[in-house]
């Protein structure tokens, strides 16, 4: 996630190259953000100097590396951004804090999806202890690199089976429908290509109308039609279900 969150960065409109930091134990990493024109740092403090903090690593290493920072962190000055699934807004609170002292660091808990990298990213985002400006700051960031939701922190857990692990999803249905296309008799790259466009075609209409999906369907299923037999045959193996199914059981 973090290289993708770089990748959709250097296409936008907000930083130069020279305006990233990216630190990683990987030197294959490096060197590829590297030649993009990004420094790069082996070492997490030197990089945590910068305005904006991005710590996006897996959730029980999010702990550790907050604390490594920590010392070289200005709450006065930062913003820090939290990219990890399951850590709390009390986790950060408890581990940021400094002693007895009163000021709390500016702390955003984000769930962005992997497709950050070419800036159509659905993220969520969870502002901890933050100004207006800094929120409005962090906002105009993610949707630089595809849309944003300020939501309740009580709702990121939904937010990241719906629209992270989500992209999976709409890759599994894809998966699904191109087998379908090649057993149909398209070849496999047909296929795929077949239901990439239409699945863009799906979107884009239901963007540019403003129509419930519902009311797309019924554009297209004739009465008797062939479309209305092969939807209520995958409702009949539990489509919808299925789905509903998949996204309650990503949040357990």
């Known amino acids: 996630m973090g290289g993708s969150m770089v990748k959709g960065l250097l296409q936008g409109n907000i930083f130069a190259a020279e305006d990233i930091t990216v630190a990683d134990v990987s030197p294959q990493v490096l060197s590829e953000f590297e030649q993009a024109g990004v420094s790069v740092t082996t070492d997490n403090q030197q990089a945590a100097t910068s305005d904006i903090v991005v710590v996006v690593v897996k959730p029980w290493l999010v702990q550790k590396v907050l604390q490594e920072i920590k010392p070289v962190l200005d709450y006065d000055r930062q913003v820090i951004i939290v990219i990890a699934a399951g850590v709390s807004s009390s986790n950060l609170t408890e581990w940021l ?92 790259d047909a296929a795929q290509k077949i239901v990439m466009q239409t699945m863009n075609g799906a979107v884009k209409l239901l963007q540019t109308s403003g129509l419930h999906p519902e009311q797309a369907i019924d554009l297209v299923c004739t009465p008797g039609g062939v479309t209305i037999k092969g939807l209520n045959e995958m409702e009949h193996a539990g489509f919808t279900s299925a789905v509903i199914r998949g996204l309650k059981a990503g949040v357990k």
């Open 97 to 188: 804090g400094k002693g007895n002292k009163a000021i709390l660091p500016q702390v955003f808990l984000a769930i962005p999806n992997i497709a950050i990298a070419m800036r159509t990213s659905m993220t969520f985002l969870v502002p901890v202890n933050a100004s207006y400006e800094k929120t409005r700051l962090v906002t105009d960031i993610f949707n630089d690199v595809g849309e944003t939701i300020i939501t309740d922190e009580k709702l990121l857990a939904g937010g990241t089976a719906l629209a992270s692990s989500g992209i999976a999803y709409a890759m599994r249905y894809l998966r699904a429908a191109a087998e379908g296309g090649v057993e149909l008799g398209f070849k496999a």
